[in-house]
């Protein structure tokens, strides 16, 4: 693995069904996060995750849960997927911030989900 | 919360001719300022970034300048090329999470 990677590529899911987008980074970056991008509307912040054990909501986390067991994965959820959830979803990590300065958020190649 | 407004959404530039996407925030405590250019079907990608306690910096072709007393920073691109066609999004933030822009779809026409 090189960098950070997502599964899968893309994926077409019955409305109510369970769904876990996998995003795995190899760069040992302490900080990941979950983005959903929609057309016309940028990227939102769905969940973060400062460091393996911890998480945290961003904007959008309604529908949406995430684990952080260890440093390299942080898996994304859709417990009970509904139509409101087709987007493309980035994955993104980041290098530990030094004395509050933050770096920059390499991003994985996106997961296409449609939920029909 | 933050929230950041980009302008313009499009914008359609001759080649060599320069370009400027300028965005604001509203969280006075942000302090990190990236831009990320996406072409279609890719993952966005840093290009340029600046950070609150500099007003103006420059790497080629590319410039970011940021006015903290107005909240406001801006994207300069110079003799743009046919390949800096792509979508440009800004993001402000701090303590880490990145609040973005709905982006500005810039076209250059050889």
């Known amino acids: 693995i090189a960098g950070i990677t997502q599964a899968p590529t893309s994926q077409i899911l019955a409305a109510g069904r369970r769904m876990t987008l996998r995003c795995t980074q190899d760069?040992?970056?302490?900080?990941m996060y979950w983005y959903r991008q929609d057309l016309g509307l940028g990227l939102r912040l769905i969940h973060y995750?400062?460091?393996?054990?911890?998480?945290g909501k961003g904007e959008v986390p309604d529908g949406y849960s995430v684990s952080r067991a260890n440093t390299d994965d942080f898996p994304l959820t859709l417990a009970s997927a509904v139509p409101s959830q087709t987007s493309v979803y980035f994955c993104?990590?980041?290098?530990?911030?030094?004395?509050?300065?933050?770096?920059?958020?390499?991003f994985g190649p996106g997961t296409r989900l449609t939920v029909l | 919360g933050e929230n950041v407004e980009q302008h313009p959404s499009t914008l359609s530039v001759q080649e060599g001719d320069s370009a400027v996407i300028k965005c604001t925030y509203s969280d006075s405590a942000s302090n990190y300022f990236p831009w990320y250019k996406q072409e279609l079907g890719k993952r966005p990608q840093l290009i340029i970034d600046?950070?609150?306690?500099?007003g103006e910096k420059k790497d080629q072709r590319i410039a970011v300048t940021l006015n903290k007393t107005a909240k406001h920073f801006s994207l300069h691109i110079t003799e743009t090329q046919p390949e800096d066609s792509a979508v440009y999004f800004c993001a402000a933030g701090s303590q880490g999470n990145l609040i973005f822009g709905k982006g500005t779809k810039l076209s250059v026409k050889p």
């Open positions: 995750s400062n460091t393996a054990g911890t998480t």
């Open positions: 600046i950070r609150s306690n500099v």
């Open positions: 993104a990590s980041s290098p530990t911030p030094l004395f509050g300065v933050y770096n920059e958020q390499f």
């Open positions: 760069m040992r970056h302490n900080a």
